[in-house]
């Protein structure tokens, strides 16, 4: 120990080196007019980040994807799918998901942001790293686009992170309010990858229940926690503290990737939930202690943005999380008892899921 610090100092955990990944041809990807998925979301995000943020967070420009990053995803008939948008004036890859003439290019730069991250994380120059693109990714499945997503970014990301590090157990927070199909479907049979999700299975893609679990060698791999929609932050920090940090200590994973959509926030217009920008750093800050109380070695700590489609709460989330990432501010920490009305969702998720020997 250093000779100079005093017992306050060695209170004040160290902060991460924090990088992001920023671009402008993020906000080339066009939707057309009213829809919720467009680019002043991010440039809310990012004229946040240059004000706040940026003598304290290393900015990343990020190379497009290679193809066989992509097609370790996708299958080749998507991927030609979305190289044939190029150039034209807009098409529909789904009924809600709409690309223009330079979405092609926002999507590989998106899944090569996550990569570029992964490196950085994997050969210790950052601790944790947040990429801030779009196109958003978890909706999107091996052979299609959809619920606004073109590549899986975080799916892409975590098979470099399996097949250039040689990773075997990844864990996936997903606190979208949507459930992330994508990443479940994709990883369903691979215990490589724990998928843990909260979200509400009355929105889209309507899928995750809690009984869904995996399948296979993947069994018990994928856990599917649908909300209730009166939850408020105090709850949701309650539900995972029961039932995230029991997966950090019986699955041991050796990189966390968030997929970090905002569109649980209160104030957003599809979500239309009734939790604050805090919600986020809270549970950032949650995982964060368990490892630093815990005196265990914190895992690398990924984040990659998904939804979120009301720009003001939107760019107060985010700053929560790098509030939490940085040390700058104390987040309360979870109730001591069972809110009212969590007690049974808590139950039924650990019946579910102890058979499985990680809960
Ligand atoms: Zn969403």
Redesign the pocket.
């Known amino acids: 120990m250093n000779a100079s610090s005093s017992a306050s100092e060695s209170k004040v955990p160290k902060p991460f080196r924090v990088g992001t990944a920023m671009d402008d041809r993020f906000l080339d990807h066009q939707t057309g007019p009213d829809h919720p998925e467009h680019p002043r979301r991010l440039a809310e995000i990012y004229r946040m980040i240059e004000l706040e943020f940026k003598d304290r967070v290393m900015i990343v420009r990020p190379e497009p994807a290679t193809l066989e990053q992509v097609e370790r995803v996708h299958t080749p008939g998507h991927v030609r799918r979305i190289i044939k948008t190029a150039g034209q004036r807009m098409s529909s890859m789904a009924p809600d998901t709409r690309v223009c003439a330079k979405t092609y290019m926002a999507a590989w730069l998106a899944a090569g942001a996550c990569i570029q991250g992964i490196d950085m994380l994997m050969t210790g120059a950052l601790d944790a790293f947040f990429a801030l693109v779009r196109p958003?990714g978890?909706?999107a499945l091996a052979d299609r686009a959809g619920?606004?997503c073109i590549f899986n970014n975080i799916a892409i990301a975590a098979r470099h992170a399996m097949k250039r590090f040689e990773l075997e157990r990844i864990l996936v927070i997903d606190w979208?309010?949507?459930h992330g199909n994508g990443i479940n479907d994709l990883f369903y049979d691979d215990p490589r990858l724990y998928y843990y999700s909260t979200?509400d299975t009355g929105?889209?893609p309507y899928s995750g229940d809690a009984g869904d679990t995996g399948k296979g060698p993947g069994s018990g791999f994928t856990m599917n926690i649908p909300l209730r929609r009166e939850m408020n932050d105090d709850d949701m920090v309650y539900l995972y503290a029961q039932t995230l940090l029991p997966v950090l200590s019986g699955y041991n994973p050796q990189l966390i990737m968030v997929a970090a959509?905002f569109?649980?926030h209160a104030d957003d217009p599809?979500?239309k939930s009734a939790f604050t920008e805090n919600v986020y750093g809270r549970i950032a800050r949650l995982v964060i202690d368990f490892y630093r109380n815990g005196g265990k070695p914190m895992p690398l700590l990924f984040f990659a943005l998904?939804?979120?489609?009301d720009p003001r709460s939107l760019k107060a989330s985010v700053r929560s999380v790098l509030a939490a990432l940085l040390g700058d501010r104390i987040f309360p920490n979870p109730p001591d008892t069972a809110p009212p009305g969590l007690v049974g969702l808590v139950e039924k998720i650990r019946m579910t899921h102890q058979p499985y020997g990680i809960l």
């Open positions: 958003p978890h909706h619920g606004f979208d309010i949507h979200h929105l889209y959509g569109d649980a599809l979500g998904e939804g979120g489609y």
